[in-house]
């Protein structure tokens, strides 16, 4: 996904794939002791990461909710458009 455009649409079973992988991810976030979780999301000019904090109460609830999003349009074989 995202080779050379803005956007993609994934078909229901790339949907489901991301869903299995995000499954994944809320399990091994379920099992963290950490209380806070870093990423990076970009870079800076200077090829620096640039991170974000957040408390991994807050990522677990919000990517579930987003899994759940997944799993529903999976049933319901929708396909969705993914914007970067």
């Avoid at 080779?3 to 994934?10: I, L, T, V």
């Avoid at 979780?37 to 987003?66: C, K, M, N, W």
């Amino acid at each position: 996904m995202f080779d050379q455009y803005e956007e993609d649409e994934a078909a229901t079973p790339v949907v489901e794939v991301i869903a299995d992988a995000l499954k994944k991810r809320v399990q091994s976030l379920r099992v963290s002791d950490a209380i806070t979780i870093e990423f990076v999301y970009g870079r800076a000019s200077d090829h620096e990461p640039l991170t974000a904090r957040v408390q991994r109460s807050q990522l677990l609830s919000e990517v579930t909710v987003f899994h759940d999003f997944l799993v529903n349009a999976v049933v319901e074989r929708r396909c969705l458009s993914f914007p970067l």
